[in-house]
């Protein structure tokens, strides 16, 4: 996936970079070499040298640690916008307060790309370094499918709560950061451990029609989230400190990347995958307790670290474009879960967050995605009307629900449109015609396709198309989009109609 806000490095390095890198090095006494003088430990030292690293050794890090820390930054973005800066225009809540969203995602969010716009949100981004979060979730009836994803600052989604992980139960769930060490106070369900100091918690609550508004609300408002202390009606622990957040800024982090990573890592403490990369990062003076500027580096060493973060995206790029496996010009792959599941594969994970940050394990969600016909042909509103048909009885096989979701091609958000209609899903299709053999066609152009098809009409950009299918809690017997790619059911091609 493209993301323009988080897209980095796309446009070529200017032709006064690439010759001082070809030049040699440069004396200035920058955060590199500073690194390679005082090593922050002995496998740092190994990975460096006695010297500072060659320019060859400084790209080939700041390629690999473009790819391992791009979903840390692109997380660190969305926390910026969301908790942090009041005046960003997308500003939620502080941490540690539930902020619920009463209508859907539209075309002016703009901080997520590829939101989802089935359910309306609610979002706690916890601060877990003081204390435990205790999340309680009210009784939820047995139609209404909800979900919690638990997903920390490496975009590891390491659990959930809701329907299919724990029933529409009312329930209390302890949620800790990666330095805790206490015991499972009574009345706590289930105890969740993040690999960061910082979390979000991500609650999807279905919702069937637009009357049906109120009744999410009255689920939303169940949502509670407080500090163990609170909870235990006990005195609360010594406050954390205060951080100084770096400024994001979409612009700078096309070159200051490494800035939002170091700013990211000192509240992540490394699994044993992670310390290579961290070793590696450390001999270049990225990493916790370091203060790397891109701005004081050597004219040299500015070449190599953008050479080799560009290299990067471009190895993201291509892995994104792999995901999975092409069926009927749908990708449909599993490409999100929790530290166990990448086993330290950071260009999956950063394929993974590109492609749609804060997306589901495959159990909980599929998300057949595509921009091309079944031979490849590229979806273009401007050019084409197109048609997607499923036959009778072959909808997508899920135990809550399914959707079609419509996106601009080129910033993957939503698009606005005449019927203010982002998707179409199964919720919809009563009102919906069907074809005389029982099949239903989706209509998928920039116009109205007439009023008497107008209710089958998921409109489309001027430009470039980019679907995501949603299929929630999808089921495992057959038929089944499970497992990704070699399911039994397979989503219909997208038709070309003129």
């Known amino acids: 996936m493209k993301i323009p806000k988080y897209r980095l490095l796309a446009g070529a390095l200017g032709v006064a970079l690439t010759a001082a890198l070809l030049a040699g090095c440069g004396k200035k006494d920058d955060a590199i070499t500073q690194a390679a003088k005082a090593p922050a430990s002995a496998a740092s030292a190994a990975a460096s040298g006695p010297a500072a690293p060659s320019l060859n050794e400084i790209r080939a890090i700041a390629e690999e640690g473009f790819v391992y820390g791009l979903p840390i930054v692109m997380n660190y973005g969305v926390m910026y916008e969301y908790i942090i800066d009041k005046n960003s225009g997308q500003f939620k809540a502080p941490f540690n307060q539930i902020w619920n969203d009463h209508q859907v995602f539209t075309y002016k969010d703009t901080a997520i790309p590829t939101p989802n716009s089935d359910t309306p949100y609610s979002l706690l981004w916890m601060d877990l370094r003081a204390e435990p979060i205790v999340i309680s979730v009210p009784a939820v009836e047995k139609k209404r499918y909800y979900a919690v994803m638990l997903v920390d600052g490496n975009t590891f989604n390491y659990g959930y709560i809701g329907s299919r992980a724990t029933g529409n139960d009312a329930g209390d769930y302890l949620v800790v950061g990666p330095r805790w060490k206490g015991e499972t106070p009574a009345g706590i369900k289930k105890v969740f451990q993040a690999s960061t100091d910082y979390s979000l918690a991500v609650f999807r609550t279905q919702l069937f029609n637009a009357p049906d508004m109120p009744n999410v609300i009255k689920v939303q408002d169940g949502y509670k989230a407080q500090p163990l202390s609170a909870y235990l009606k006990q005195p609360a622990p010594p406050a954390a400190p205060e951080v100084t957040w770096a400024r994001f800024d979409k612009d700078l982090v096309k070159t200051e990347f490494f800035e939002f990573l170091d700013m990211a890592l000192q509240f992540a403490p490394p699994g044993p995958e992670e310390e290579a990369i961290r070793a590696k990062l450390a001999s270049i003076g990225i990493g916790p307790g370091k203060k790397f500027a891109f701005k004081d580096l050597s004219l040299e060493h500015k070449a190599a670290i953008l050479i080799g973060m560009k290299e990067g995206d471009k190895k993201v790029t291509e892995r994104v474009a792999t995901l999975g496996k092409s069926i009927n010009g749908w990708n449909v792959s599993s490409a999100f879960g929790d530290r166990a599941f990448y086993k330290g594969d950071w260009l999956l994970r950063a394929a993974a967050a590109r492609a749609g940050i804060y997306g589901n394990d ?41 959707s079609v979701t419509m996106y601009d091609g080129k910033t993957q958000l939503l698009i606005q449109n005449p019927i203010n209609r982002y998707l179409i899903n199964s919720p919809m299709l009563q009102g919906m015609k069907k074809n005389a053999d029982g099949s239903l066609t989706l209509y998928i152009q920039k116009d109205s396709p007439g009023k008497v098809k107008e209710a089958n009409w998921l409109p489309a950009p001027d430009g470039p198309i980019y679907m995501v299918m949603r299929l929630y809690w999808p089921k495992t017997e057959a038929p089944s989009i499970l497992p990704a790619g070699e399911g039994s059911w397979q989503p219909p091609a997208v038709v070309q109609a003129n």
């Open 362 to 402: 495959a159990v909980e969600a599929m998300y057949p995605m595509t921009k091309v016909l079944a031979d490849g042909t590229a979806l273009d509103g401007s050019k084409h009307k197109y048609t997607l048909t499923f036959p009778k009885d072959q909808f997508p096989p899920v135990n809550a629900f399914w």
